[in-house]
């Protein structure tokens, strides 16, 4: 596997379901990223990682659940989603603290989840 | 916050060249970015360019930067039916690991 990776690629779930995103990165980087992307709504960052230490969380309802092991993995944790939370969620990964160097902090983003609330 | 503002759709004929604009407002914008997204897939880093450039270049694709202005532009020459995606600006402002996304522009091409 080269990049980075998103498994499942689409999900269906109930309000009631628990379910985890899984992304996994293989680009030796040192923070990973999870975006959530609606229809006709902006990218919206929802949390960052950076050497397994949690940096951001943009005000993210407690529903969502990261846990990032270790470098290479992050997990974003669903449960009692509302339908409103039906999107593409992206996993992105960069090598962060060197921008010093031109597009050190490069995004490379996985293919995302297409996750379903019914 | 800062802002990165980009229409939302371009059609083009094939063959025909492409440009697709961006505008920000953050004036310490040290990377400026240009991804694409297909249909069902990730976003994927086409190019970037520091902010002490002018203008990048890259096989079919021409990134022209207008700091006074704060404008950005992508040109595709020669614009190919697999160019249709949506094309995504990014920037990051000094010190900022985080970047901003414009909303995407979807570039549809038509014979």
């Keep these: ?118 | 916050g800062e802002d990165v503002e980009q229409s939302l759709f371009l059609s083009v004929r094939e063959g025909d060249s492409s440009v697709i604009n961006c505008t920000y407002t953050d004036s310490s914008s040290t990377y400026l970015y240009w991804y694409k997204q297909e249909p069902g897939a990730g976003l994927q880093l086409l190019t970037y360019i520091f902010s002490n450039m002018d203008m990048k270049q890259d096989q079919r694709l021409t990134v022209l930067l207008n700091k006074k202005d704060k404008h950005l532009s992508l040109r595709i020459a020669d614009t190919q039916t697999g160019d249709s995606a949506i094309y995504f600006c990014a920037e990051y402002g000094r010190g900022s690991y985080i970047p901003t996304f414009g909303r995407g522009t979807s570039l549809i091409v038509h014979p």
């Design chain 1, 1 to 118: 596997e080269t990049g980075v990776t998103q498994t499942p690629r689409h999900l269906v779930m109930g309000m009631t379901n628990k379910k985890s995103l899984k992304c996994e990165q293989h680009l030796g980087h040192n923070a990973m990223y999870w975006y959530k992307q609606s229809a006709k709504k902006p990218l919206e960052l929802m949390f960052v990682y950076n050497f397994k230490e949690q940096t951001e969380n943009n005000s993210v309802p407690s529903r969502f659940s990261p846990e990032c092991p270790n470098s290479s993995h992050l997990f974003l944790h669903l449960h009692t989603l509302q339908p409103e939370d039906s999107a593409l969620y992206l996993c992105a990964s960069s090598q962060m603290g060197t921008s010093g160097r031109a597009g050190a902090d490069t995004q490379y983003f996985g293919p995302g989840t297409r996750l379903t609330v019914l």
